[in-house]
């Protein structure tokens, strides 16, 4: 099997042809001797700014010192974006590697536990200190969610995503969400809406919520985002005001983890942190910037820059069919002077 081969083989095991839960994952962990147990994580779910968040905290990690995980999907270039150590891809042939390991436990596995499976194998050979690990989708029934060396859990920031799956109400999504919330602390982020607030608060004993009465923006343009949070100075490479928010919850993450990191390694990682496709500028002349905004709560975020620019903007539209894309496209469209739909390619889900 090469490294190709690996990737079809992966992609054709599908997602949702299998009942939810954990059973499968825990079977086939076990028979790779539980490489989840090799390495201390922090755990992350949410509907929007669980990326962001975990490239935040994996930066922070990796400035401090920690040979340092980061698991993440989906991937916007390269499928090996999603198993990374030290900003680093695993190399093909060590994918292909663990492909073959996961694929000999003989387990029938969905794309994402098996993926999954690989990824914790790697982390554990390659003595990982500390795993920055983002769910699939939901959080209670998610593979990820067989990790037992959790320091914190973290829930972005939630909105109406995966309907069918987790639920038709932000309530019946959090509560999904929230099934990573066990013995260990949790941090929330700041942009919760109230009745989110009140189901987390069912799960979790004592959440941690950003103050963000202790926040007072200085500047959140195209050259990125600076504040002050608790009287202290931070400066974030990623552009987009939405971003500070998602910074508040890292600082506050870091700060509850029981890790003894300094104020001056949080404030450097957050200022040379890099995340591709959340408002990457990718071209200043003509300004060209790229998101992955597929639901309306992350529509909204855009927006907020989108209307700098209102009637003077050309888009590109690429969607899934599963999507609320609807509301997206009324979200988006009033700014737009022009727009274009896509199909993307090799994408049997793509509108």
């Known amino acids: 099997m090469n490294y190709n081969e690996a990737l079809n083989y992966i992609h054709s095991l599908g997602n949702f042809k299998r009942p939810a839960g954990t059973e499968r994952i ?6 790779l001797n539980n490489p989840q147990n090799s390495f201390e994580a922090i755990h992350i779910a949410g509907t929007n700014g669980k990326g962001s968040v975990s490239a935040m905290l994996a930066k922070v990690f990796e400035t401090a010192g920690f040979k340092t995980g980061l698991y993440i999907s989906p991937y916007i270039i390269d499928f090996r974006e999603r198993i990374q150590i030290n900003g680093e891809f ?26 999954t499976a690989a990824a914790f194998s ?24 067989t990790l037992e060396r959790v320091r914190a859990a973290v829930i972005t920031e939630i909105g109406l995503d995966h309907a069918a799956i987790l639920g038709d109400t932000v309530e019946k ?13 949790t941090v929330v982020s700041a942009g919760q809406k109230k009745d989110v607030y009140n189901v987390i608060s069912r799960y979790a004993e004592k959440p941690v919520i950003p103050d963000k009465s202790r926040l007072k923006i200085i500047s959140s343009d195209e050259s990125g985002n600076t504040f002050i949070y608790k009287d202290k100075f931070y400066k974030l490479s990623l552009i987009g005001g939405y971003q500070i928010e998602n910074a508040l919850t890292v600082i506050e993450t870091v700060n509850i983890s029981g890790f003894n990191i300094s104020y001056e390694t949080v404030k450097k990682a957050l200022a040379e942190t890099f995340f591709p496709a959340r408002a990457e500028i990718i071209c200043k002349s003509p ?18 820059i989108m209307k700098k620019y209102s009637g003077r903007i050309t888009a590109l539209i690429g969607m899934m069919r599963d999507k609320d894309y609807n509301a997206v496209l009324m979200r988006t469209l009033p700014y737009c002077r022009l727009a274009v739909a896509v199909t993307v390619e090799n994408m049997p889900r793509s509108l």
């Open 26 to 31: 825990t079977a086939a962990l076990k028979r």
């Open 90 to 115: 695993i190399k093909k042939e060590e994918l292909t590697q663990y492909v073959k390991r996961v694929f000999e436990t003989k387990i029938d596995l969905s794309e994402f536990e098996f993926i």
């Open 122 to 145: 790697y982390f554990a050979d390659k003595k990982c200190e500390i795993v920055i690990a983002e769910t699939g989708l939901g959080g209670r029934l998610d593979a990820t969610n």
């Open 173 to 185: 999504i959090a509560a999904e969400k929230c099934g990573i919330i066990k013995n260990f602390p």
């Open 287 to 304: 300004l060209t910037v790229l998101d992955g905004a597929h639901n309306p709560d992350g529509a909204e975020a855009l927006c907020e």
